[in-house]
């Protein structure tokens, strides 16, 4: 299969299912379609999916970040630690955003530099940074920032939606654009699917991966905030466990987790898909573990349905794959 | 006092911390009693996240439950203050929002909390089981708590330990650590036995947690330690009870989670049908529990409370068969 | 160096310096804790790493042939729970049988990973990501709720996790953990002698290779999914025996705690390389760090902080040491010999 | 087995029924028919020679025989009897084995294990003692000597090679096909190849051998089958046969033989390298090439020789010595840096290191310049790409649909071509091509050869690195020598004969050193 047929097969795929699940929704649920719920549906998940985009730059270069939920828990406990001791919220804001940056730059050193798996070292950093988040704000809950700030995360900006939720449609712009069009998007993917060849052909692959950890600890830190944000408190165990929904919503968006492969489109796709079956079960009052269940079930059957309709019918041309 | 008009259809939704604990399904059962009772035509919501999830999770339910106009909402609050963005939107729909078991530490968007014990007491429950089982030469004790983020516990600890440093009858009995089982067995257990290693001359451990007491208790009795160092706190009595008869246990308490359930459901349902202002001094009657009254809670400023209560404690001669 | 080369293989290297850490932080946490060089300390961590070990050894099969199994954790808590409630139903059952429906029932959620990843062609990772959560879920649909207590549990069960088998000096050897033990050195010896464990190495090593010499890639893919979804079978019946109260979140979270002793193991996450003795190696690193740290008397909250930054050392210092070592391997690797006496012929043939 | 009848040391005579019967065999690949009414014969103790250009089918057929691919038509039969070959595992239990044009090895085995695993029973129990003493003695028929404990990883192409040889010849094979085997091997090693190959041959294996060296085809082949664009176009016995008659039916028109490339006047000096090192790798290698001239680097695999290129390319800096580039001295930490002085490295492992295979033809050509195809906003100016690929494709005849598929789908020579056009794409001062014509056949090495005489005559300075003897005689002004790491000296184009660069190579004593 040539690269556009494999596209159209994929995103066809997910824009069926899209499809599916939107139709059972409307006829279950009469709130669905109002525009509370929408505007809800994105906002329960918002941080997630803005993390997402990232993860699927990392992903596509042949490497992972499961330190992102850590990432997201420090950068807000760094925030709660920070604002009670009196520093200025724009101030405590940036230190949050740096301390991401900050995890940026480790998780990168050591994965770009030292040539230490992605995998091993940011499994460390998911346990350490959450560790860290720990550190600072122990078992207490703090909250009480200024009203500005709890608006960011809560009120409604342009129309019904909230900050939170631009922020993710222009990331998503950006970032599409970045892995497509520019050169910079060239190089994720030949560095995913030949990081020798790429070596030898005088790109920086050290510094690309770099770039890619540090945005993703950036970005990884905005998310939290905006969560902190949106929930107007914070605790040691923020956004704990997110990162398998994050890599889940990536990966049933067809990105290859062996780097190389993978495109924007379907990630979008695998994301509204994700978010509107959630949404809809939750509005038929099925209860999270079966949610759960349905969406691993999902993430498996939209992996292997194709692959068997493809098997049955090379079976049946009779040729090899 | 009298009792809330019977057979009003009212959409109830019943949210505990996570699924698959026992004493959240002994409140489910006392619910449904009550449902019954009050022939609400109505099938009553017993929705929860699952425990990896537990945060979001609730505020998604919550969230849902509001888009869906239900007419309450009864939540065990796993999730601090976090969920007071989410319970605030459900109020200001007219939802009546009625917190059990574990409260919302500021008392934003919920209408009154049924409280299962007064935390001051539960406090003082805690202190003289220990001052039964040591003695009144005392000794050094650990408390082994569930996870850092549960208001209710951290509440008990909080109570406990001041009134052992102020009450001079207490003065004898030394709190030596404060540990986290997150309410899983395993971690318990490990935390149990690295709590004896680490204080060699401990002699009791104190677990406010069904899961961590269980735990610690059979880690005391796998390493034969049960002569040297007691367990106590609070636990079902059908999962306690062995510990109770082998000495292991000798005291613990509990409230029936059944009644607490009950209780929640009748106060949510006279708020439901505005026969119950959430407002001091107002009183109710609740079928076979009784009459109750909201007062002032004095465990968080802003919050009303129904207190239920009692404590039962539990020793091995009065064991429920 | 030459005799080095010709005795130790450089996977062998990376399980010394891993035993050397592991010695080094023995012998720091000794000089800092008083009393830490006793029987019990050996025995907390001991029996804390068994049920661990026994699940790495799982994982490390399925790593080997580039594959990530994610639901281990769902497993263990799937088959501790329903082995238990089986138990608690009829005390009657032998031993053995007990842990032939725990080892059964792993098993079988292992063929069903196998199946689809080997046959489905569906990445690993994706399915273990869905199968994590469906086996967890299922678990809670089914247990209604309830705990298995120790009360329900016969004794010999509730018993064995503190029965101590025979002993070494002071040092009594448990069951728990003789069974982790006894895992390790089976299938240490498997992957080193039976060509039929080979092919997990040469699978993760070259999937070309493996196709073009006919090895069957996908049964054996198959099969270590099978054999890693009967250890955490195995580990799920240890935990009912070590814990006795089973909750629905029982296990959870084991899954990283795999891959983490797999990976401080120096099993190469990317196939091909690594050993079951390395993995039980890692398990043992990390479970000395935990409790030693906490006998040290650090902070509950400083816990995990130093807990990883020690994981991304262990992980670091190896990777370093093996590297220097791999150079010096592939360097010396080949010399071909000259044979004056043969000069090429091939230049008749260009005149 | 049929091969038991002639252990006697028989000549082979044609006479003997076939091994191998291939009849009206096709395999078509989306638009390209890779094969069509291919029908092939192999007789026990013969060794037949398959030429063709690239993407002639070669390899395919060689697939469809060893079971990787299915045909889409036509018949094997195996002495006699029809067979459907449907896995590489069944074509080992009928005794065919393969060495394919890139060595497949497990990279984390030891070497022993890489040569054994093949065809141990599953069952079977690793006794590590005699599969080390078994592995050795193979290796030492093949006069290589290679740790047999150590890992396949870091083996040098050639060394892989050997192991290759070994695996293939310790299963006892009736049938032994082998896909440019020599593509990596210095002349050395062919001829223990070659020895090697008629002992089998003697022992009544029937040999299928695809080479791009007509002088090794006539050295070794009975007989010579041509294909083109996927037919036979002719089997003869070799007595019948010419190089000048077989290239003419390989590319259907009349090509001249590898002929010395004119001298050129020298223009003053490029690129001078002193004393240039890496510890433990290579030592004191000095030399000077100068605008225009063609610098050959000869010696046995594992010489050091692309270590020296790598160094010079900064992929792995030298440790000491100075490297000047047009007077300047200059220091190389990247292949950044190299670049940014004008110098290309075109390696000699196109499949990892070279290419990346999944990508479009286009990608590959622009990215070490990527640069140079963006917008101010870093954007890709996707149709300059595609127009520069076009002009390459053109100007070295790369056999594709359309610049778009994906390298990896191209035969092996034309990927050549793409990683050629890709460096010449940076504009290079001084370019360095490590075995640039491996694995390319006639008509597109006389291509590149022509290509490295322009290149040369526009004022590059080029520096070749090749086991190709004829090859490095033919192209180079000039003739440098490394052995083991050391530079044995450097000839000038007189004093260069085949005798005195092998001397020089295997390291008998050479007085005529520079
Ligand atoms: N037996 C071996 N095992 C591993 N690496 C080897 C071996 N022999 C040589 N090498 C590596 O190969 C390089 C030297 O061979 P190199 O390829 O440079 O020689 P060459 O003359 O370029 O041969 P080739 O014709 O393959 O390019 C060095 O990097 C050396 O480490
Ligand atoms: N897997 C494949 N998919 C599509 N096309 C293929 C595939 N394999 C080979 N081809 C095409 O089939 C034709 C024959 O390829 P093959 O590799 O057999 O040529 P070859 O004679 O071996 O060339 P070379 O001498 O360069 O190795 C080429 O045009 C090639 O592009
Ligand atoms: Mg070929
Ligand atoms: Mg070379």
């Given amino acids: 299969m040539n690269p556009v047929q494999r596209l159209i097969g994929w995103e066809g795929l997910l824009l069926a299912l899209l499809a599916v699940i939107v139709a059972v929704n409307i006829s279950y649920s009469p709130y669905f379609l109002g525009v509370e719920n929408i505007v809800n549906l994105f906002q329960l998940s918002i941080e997630k999916i803005i993390v997402a985009l990232v993860m699927t730059l990392v992903i596509i270069s042949g490497e992972i970040d499961l330190s992102v939920a850590s990432v997201m828990g420090l950068a807000a406990c760094v925030l709660a630690w920070l604002y009670p001791m009196g520093v200025p919220m724009p101030l405590a804001l940036l230190a949050a955003l740096a301390s991401g940056v900050l995890c940026g730059l480790f998780n990168g050193f050591w994965i770009a530099y030292v040539g230490l798996p992605s995998l091993a070292v940011t499994l460390a950093g998911l346990i350490g940074y959450r560790g860290v988040a720990r550190i600072l704000v122990e078992d207490r809950s703090i909250g009480n920032y200024p009203a500005w700030f709890n608006a960011i995360g809560q009120e409604e900006l342009v129309g019904p939606l909230t900050i939170s939720i631009l922020v993710f449609v222009v990331l998503f712009v950006i970032v599409a654009i970045v892995l497509h069009r520019s050169g910079l998007g060239r190089l994720i993917y030949v560095i995913g699917n030949s990081p020798a060849a790429a070596r030898y052909s005088g790109v920086k692959v050290r510094r690309v991966k770099m770039a890619l950890f540090v945005a993703s600890g950036f970005v990884s830190a905005l998310a939290g905030l905006l969560y902190a944000a949106r929930l107007g408190s914070v605790r040691g165990d923020m956004a704990q466990g997110f990162e398998l929904d994050i890599i889940t919503m990536v990966l049933l968006g067809g990105v290859s987790i062996f780097g190389g492969s993978g495109n924007f489109l379907g990630v979008g796709l695998s994301i509204l898909v994700i978010l509107s079956l959630r949404n809809g079960m939750g509005l038929a009052n099925i209860t999270g573990n079966t949610q759960t269940s349905v969406i691993g079930a999902l993430l498996i059957l939209s992996v292997l349905l194709p692959n068997m309709a493809q098997l049955i019918r090379n079976k049946w041309k009779g040729s090899e794959t | 006092a009298d009792a809330p008009p019977p057979g009003k259809e009212l959409n109830m939704v019943l949210l505990p911390k996570f699924l698959g604990i026992a004493v959240f399904d002994q409140a489910h059962q006392g619910a449904e009693e009550a449902a019954k009772e009050l022939q609400n035509p109505a099938k009553l919501q017993f929705l929860g996240p699952t425990p990896e999830n537990s945060v979001a999770g609730q505020i998604e339910i919550v969230t849902n439950a509001a888009t869906q106009g239900v007419n309450a909402i009864m939540i065990s609050n796993n999730s601090g203050d976090q969920i007071v963005p989410a319970a605030k939107a459900a109020h200001d729909k007219g939802i009546k929002v009625v917190t059990w078991d574990s409260p919302i530490p500021s008392a934003e968007g919920e209408d009154v909390f049924v409280a299962q014990v007064d935390f001051t007491e539960t406090g003082k429950v805690m202190a003289d089981m220990a001052l039964n089982i040591l003695g009144a030469d005392g000794g050094k004790l650990a408390i082994l708590s569930a996870s850092p983020d549960a208001a209710n516990q951290n509440a008990w600890n909080k109570a406990f330990q001041d009134i052992l440093k102020n009450d001079p009858k207490y003065a004898k009995l030394q709190i030596v650590d404060l540990v986290y089982g997150d309410d899983q067995s395993e971690k318990s257990y490990n935390q149990a036995l690295a709590l004896v290693d680490k204080h060699p001359d401990l002699q009791l451990i104190m677990a406010p947690t069904s899961v961590g007491i269980v735990a610690a208790a059979k880690a005391m009795q796998d390493e034969k330690l049960c002569d040297k160092i007691k367990v106590s706190g609070l636990g079902d009595p059908t999962e306690m009870g062995g510990y109770a008869k082998n000495g292991c246990a000798p005291q613990f308490a509990l409230w029936s989670f059944v009644d607490l359930g009950y209780l929640a459901y009748y106060t949510a349902y006279a708020l439901a049908t505005g026969s119950l202002k959430a407002e001091e001094g107002a009183e109710f009657k609740a079928g076979r529990l009784g009459d109750y009254k909201i007062t002032k809670d004095p465990t968080r400023e802003k919050g009303l409370r129904i207190l239920m209560g009692p404590f039962s404690v539990y020793t091995k001669d009065n064991l429920p068969q | ?351 | 087995m049929a091969a038991g009848r002639l252990v006697d040391g028989r000549p082979p005579d044609a006479g003997l029924p076939p091994v191998l019967e291939m009849s009206d065999i096709a395999k078509r690949f989306g638009a390209t028919q890779a094969l069509e009414a291919v029908s092939l014969t192999l007789r026990p103790g013969e060794v037949h020679a398959l030429l063709g250009e690239n993407g002639a089918g070669k390899s395919t057929l060689i697939k469809i025989m060893t079971g990787v691919y299915q045909p889409d038509r036509g018949e094997i039969r195996l002495a006699g009897q029809p067979v459907t070959i449907g896995s590489a595992a069944e074509a080992q239990r009928h005794g065919i084995a393969a060495i394919y044009q890139e060595p497949l090895l497990f990279p984390d085995l030891n070497v022993a294990e890489n040569i054994f695993i093949s065809h141990q029973g599953r069952g079977a129990v690793n006794n590590w003692r005699k599969m080390f003493r078994d592995a050795a003695d193979i290796l030492a028929a093949l006069g290589v000597s290679l740790d047999v404990r150590s890992p396949a990883r870091g083996l040098t192409l050639a060394a892989q090679q050997s192991v290759e040889i070994a695996k293939a010849i310790s299963l006892n094979v009736r049938v032994l096909i082998m896909d440019e085997p020599t593509a990596s091997l210095s002349a050395h090693e062919v001829a223990q190849l070659f020895k090697l190959v008629r002992d089998l041959r003697q022992k009544g294996v029937a040999i299928l051998f695809v080479s791009h060296r007509m002088e090794e085809v006539f050295e070794i082949a009975d007989t010579v089958t041509v294909f083109r664009d996927g037919r036979l176009i002719s089997t003869r016995p070799r007595a019948e046969v010419t190089p000048q008659s077989a290239i003419a039916d390989m590319v259907g028109r009349e090509v001249g033989l590898l002929k010395a490339r004119p001298a050129v006047a020298k223009g003053d000096t490029i690129l001078s390298v002193r004393n240039l090192s890496r510890e433990g790798v290579f030592r004191d290698v000095s030399f000077d090439i100068n605008r225009g001239e063609v610098l050959g680097f000869a010696g046995l695999i594992g010489a050091g020789r692309t270590d020296v290129g790598l160094a010079l390319f900064g992929i792995e800096p030298a440790s000491s010595g100075s490297i000047m580039l047009n007077g300047k001295e200059i220091s190389v930490r990247s292949p950044g840096e190299a670049m940014a002085h004008g110098i290309a490295y075109v390696s000699e492992d196109r499949r990892q290191l070279g290419l990346s295979l999944p990508m479009s033809i286009a990608a590959n050509i622009s990215l070490p310049v990527l640069r140079r195809f963006l917008t101010r906003l870093g954007l890709i100016r996707t149709g300059e790409e595609r127009k520069t690929a076009e002009a390459f494709r053109k100007r070295l005849a790369i056999r594709t649909p359309d610049v778009d598929l994906a390298v990896g789908k191209l035969s092996g020579g034309n990927q050549q071509k793409v990683m050629l056009s890709k460096w010449l794409n940076t504009h290079p001062r001084l370019l360095i091509l490590d075995e640039p014509t491996r694995g390319i056949d006639v008509g597109a090495k006389a291509e590149v050869h022509a290509m490295i005489g322009e290149l040369a005559a526009e004022g590059i300075g080029i520096l070749m690195i090749s086991s190709d003897m004829p090859e490095v005689l033919a192209m180079s002004d000039r003739v440098l020598v490394m052995r083991e790491g050391r530079q044995m000296g450097i000839f000038s184009r007189e004093e260069a004969t085949q005798e005195r660069v092998m001397t020089a190579a295997m390291g008998q004593q050479e007085d005529a050193a520079a």
């Fill in chain 3, 1 to 351: 160096m030459r005799w080095l080369q010709r005795h130790v293989r450089p996977e062998q290297v990376r399980e010394l310096s891993l035993l050397i850490l592991i010695i080094v932080a023995v012998i720091i946490f000794g000089s800092l804790i008083s009393g830490y060089y006793t029987a019990r300390t050996f025995n907390r961590i001991a029996s804390s790493v068994a049920i661990i070990t026994v699940v790495a050894a799982g994982q490390t099969l399925v790593v080997l042939t580039r594959n990530i199994d994610l639901s281990v954790g769902s497993i263990v808590g799937f088959t501790a729970y329903f082995t238990g409630m089986i138990v608690a139903a009829n005390n009657g059952l032998p031993a053995i049988v007990v842990v032939l429906i725990a080892i059964g029932m792993g098993m079988a959620m292992g063929i069903v990973n196998g199946v689809i990843v080997a046959w489905g062609g569906v990445p690993s990772i994706i399915v273990t990501l869905g199968t994590l959560a469906i086996y967890r879920g299922l678990l809670i649909d089914y247990s209604g709720a309830k705990t298995i207590t120790t009360e329900s549990l016969p004794k010999w069960l509730v018993d064995l996790p503190t029965t101590e088998l025979f002993y070494i000096g002071s040092i009594d050897m448990r069951a728990i953990v003789v069974i982790a033990i006894a895992v390790v050195i089976v299938f240490q010896l498997a992957t080193s002698l039976l060509a039929f464990f080979r092919r997990f190495y040469a699978i993760g090593s070259n999937p070309d290779a493996a196709a073009l010499i006919g090895l069957p890639a996908q049964r054996m893919v198959f099969t270590a999914f099978v054999l890693s979804g009967a250890l955490s079978g195995l580990a799920g019946f240890m935990t009912l025996a070590r814990f006795g109260n089973i909750t629905v979140v029982a296990a959870q979270g084991l899954e990283l705690q795999s891959v983490a002793a797999v990976v401080v193991g120096g099993v190469n996450i990317f196939g091909g390389s690594g050993t079951i003795f390395g993995a039980m190696l890692g398990a043992v690193m990390i479970g000395t760090l935990e409790q030693s740290l906490f006998r040290l008397g650090i902070s509950e909250f400083w816990r995990d902080a130093v807990l990883g930054l020690l994981i991304l050392l262990a992980v670091a210092s190896d990777a370093v040491i093996l590297n220097r070592l791999r150079a010096l391997w592939a360097r010396s690797g080949m010399t071909l010999v000259d044979k004056p006496a043969t000069l090429p012929t091939t230049g008749e043939a260009t005149r």
